[in-house]
């Protein structure tokens, strides 16, 4: 599964994104939920581990791949 994180600031009410050729043509699904920077929850220790995967906040590929690599199989 490729998926694509993006944290981005929010300036005007409309946001553009540019979508990778391998997702032409099919479903999407788009979430839209603020960052809440001054009060950050502690999150689960699975909830970490996943967000590291974006290193700088930011990531795409394929997911499994990522995964087994994080996890020393592949």
């Keep these: ?3 694509i994180r993006e944290i981005r600031e929010v300036d005007s009410d409309r ?3 540019d979508m990778p050729k391998e997702f ?3 479903k999407v699904e788009v979430i839209i939920a603020p960052l809440n920077s001054k009060r950050r929850k502690k999150l689960s220790k699975k909830t ?3 967000l590291k995967l974006g290193g ?3 990531w795409e590929g394929d997911l499994n791949k990522m995964r087994a690599k994080r996890n020393g199989i592949g």
């Design 1 to 3: 599964m490729q998926v």
């Design 15 to 17: 946001i553009i994104i």
């Design 24 to 26: 032409r043509k099919s």
């Design 48 to 50: 970490e581990d996943f």
């Design 56 to 58: 700088s906040g930011c």
